[in-house]
Each structure stands twice: as C-alpha cells, then as structure tokens.
C-alpha cells in the first residue's frame, strides 16, 4: 500500500464525527451540543452524511495522498528542488544584471 491518506483521513474523521464524543449534531438541548456523551438516531445519520460528504471531499475532490517516501525518492525529489532553486538563483542574477 502506497497511498496512506484514505486509511488516515477515515479513522480520523471517524474518531472526530463519532455523535456525543467531541460535538453531537442536533444536540439534546440546542442545534449543537459539546461533549455530552449521548446520541440519538437522528445524530447517528447526520454524522454519517457528514461523515461521507467530507471523505468525499478529502480523498475524491482535493484528492490528497500521504506517501511513505523511500530514500531514494526523498533523494530524488532533493535533487529537483535543487535544480530549481538553482536556476531561480541564476534567474535572479541575472535580472540583477
């Protein structure tokens, strides 16, 4: 497995979202409730939706990845931002003049 981002972003959005443990959506006394503990059925399927449509937007719409970067990579990847930083100081110096 390369990409690490589904596996992180679900079970942390599923710890966040769970109904009752850090903000329950509608909440016992008020449209929010914090902390509380408690859920019920109509708090169960609005942290579902939300649950989906921000998985969506995370993975599906911004289409982020998190990558275990082997030591060939990062040295690699190293190596192109030093090229570029290298032009872009060339770049500069030139300009100057």
């Not at 903000?23 to 409730?33: D, L």
């Not at 998985?55 to 990847?77: E, G, M, Q």
Request: charged content about 15%; aromatic content about 10%.
């Amino acid at each position: 497995m390369h990409d690490w981002a589904a596996p992180f972003i679900a079970s942390a959005l599923f710890v966040f979202l769970a109904p009752g443990l850090v903000f329950q959506m509608p909440g016992k006394e008020s449209t929010v409730g914090f902390m509380n503990m408690k859920t019920s059925v109509i708090s169960m399927l609005l942290h579902t939706v939300l649950y989906g449509l921000l998985l969506i937007l995370f993975l599906v719409v911004l289409d982020i990845h998190i990558n275990k970067a082997s030591h060939k990579t990062r040295s690699k990847y190293h190596m192109k931002t030093d090229i570029i930083f290298h032009v872009l100081k060339e770049g500069t110096k030139a300009k100057q003049h």
